[in-house]
């Protein structure tokens, strides 16, 4: 899981707050950690474009 990333692309609404990518660690896990001053709810999406061994997926998750 080493070789891969994840693109995260974070929304307050419709505006883009960050696009970034991060990457894979050893467990296939990653961390990205955000901060907000307003209480405005963030989506958060978030798009593994796959490797050798996984295929890709994507996920959408909204907090509040």
Do not use: E, H, P
Not at 14 to 23: A, G, L, P, Y
Not at 31 to 57: E, M, Q, Y
Request: proline share 0%; hydrophobic share 35%; with cysteine.
């Amino acid at each position: 899981c080493k070789s891969g990333s994840v693109t995260l692309v974070i929304k307050r609404g419709s505006k883009v707050i960050d696009n970034s990518q991060v990457r894979l660690g050893r467990y296939c896990s990653f961390t990205k950690r955000i901060s907000s001053r307003s209480k405005a709810k963030l989506s958060v999406s978030a798009r593994f474009s796959g490797n050798k061994v996984l295929a890709a997926v994507n996920a959408n998750r909204r907090f509040s």
